[in-house]
Each structure stands twice: as structure tokens, then as C-alpha cells.
């Protein structure tokens, strides 16, 4: 019996310390596809993908929102993968119907 306590608690033990360490390590956090490089008094956010060619200095200061994300060479863009238009750039969405036009209810009647 005794040997029983154990064993199940060294397996406890075990399992609670594998689960720890993952957690610690960030194992189950979903990756947020960039990663931050202090500079001074403020923060850079670089895409894991990033272009060595590009300076650091060019990526922007504040995390990418929900929808977007940041390009290789450091501009925040609208993450097209997520098929939401968060924008409308369209500065008139009413139209004026051209003179000659004839709605399709006339057209029929005549």
C-alpha cells in the first residue's frame, strides 16, 4: 500500500513539473507571428519573417491590431487572410442614376 502512494505521487509530481515547464516556456501560446526588440524608452515590433536588410528603426512602435499584421519590411497592413474588410475607402457609396437610365419595372410595361 504504502508503495502504491508512491508511485502515484512521484508520477504526480512528474506530470505536474512536465506541465509547468511547458507552460513556463510558453509552449501552448499561440505565436503572434512578431517579436518585440526594446530600443530606448520605446519598443520595436518585428515580424518573425523580417527583412535583415531593413532597419529596425523602420519597424513600427506599436503592436499590429486585431486584423492586421506587420509586412518584411515594416509596415502594418490589413491581414487580407481573415476575408473582414475593416475599411471603406470609398469616400461616396450613393450614386446618381445616369439621365437616360429606366428602371426595369418601366422597361417591361412598355
Do not use: C, W
Request: aromatic content about 12%.
Amino acid at each position: 500500500m504504502f508503495t502504491k502512494r508512491k508511485v502515484f505521487f512521484a508520477s504526480f509530481a512528474l506530470v505536474f513539473s512536465i506541465v509547468m515547464i511547458l507552460v513556463s516556456n510558453n509552449v501552448f501560446k499561440e505565436d503572434p507571428g512578431y517579436f518585440i526588440i526594446p530600443h530606448g524608452d520605446h519598443n520595436h515590433y518585428v515580424p518573425n519573417d523580417y527583412d535583415k536588410n531593413v532597419s529596425v528603426h523602420q519597424f513600427p512602435q506599436r503592436a499590429p491590431r486585431d486584423g492586421e499584421r506587420i509586412t518584411r519590411d515594416g509596415r502594418i497592413v490589413r491581414d487580407l487572410d481573415t476575408g473582414i474588410q475593416f475599411f471603406d475607402n470609398r469616400e461616396n457609396t450613393e450614386t446618381e442614376a445616369p439621365e437616360d437610365f429606366t428602371p426595369a419595372e418601366e422597361q417591361q410595361s412598355n
